[in-house]
Nanobody, 126 residues
């Protein structure tokens, strides 16, 4: 069992930076690949970024590549999403998710993830 709590969302202006954090509890965190997803009003939840259990592999959606960076600290049971050059279209609720997997590969389908946080709102004004 893994419990996830996101934080760090807020209202920022276009071009600003923001760092989201996801605190995980549970003994299996270090066996999990972690992902960030987002959902804007009226849209489906979409993949943002993912990182393998060992941080050996990462993946990003094309829309955020070069602007967002995912990282994790297994000693602290934390996952981060550093977001820079934010755009209004990045506005969404951002969710942290965990997938029980020791694979070196990461996946972007939300159906592959086993645990989810409650989400944190990110609003980017133009």
């Amino acid at each position: 069992q893994v419990q996830l709590v996101e934080s760090g969302g807020g209202l920022v202006q276009a071009g600003d930076s923001l760092r989201l954090s996801c605190a995980a509890s549970g003994r299996t965190f270090r066996s999990c690949a972690m992902g960030w997803f987002r959902q804007a009003p009226g849209k489906e939840r979409e993949f943002v970024a993912a990182i393998s259990w060992s941080s050996g592999s990462t993946a990003y959606a094309d829309s955020v590549k070069g602007r967002f960076t995912i990282s994790r600290d297994n000693a602290k049971n934390m996952v981060y999403l550093q977001m820079s050059s934010l755009k209004p279209e990045d506005t969404a609720v951002y969710y942290c998710a965990a997938q029980l997997s020791l694979s070196t590969a990461v996946v972007g389908s939300p159906t592959e993830y086993d645990y989810w946080g409650q989400g944190t709102q990110v609003t980017v004004s133009s």
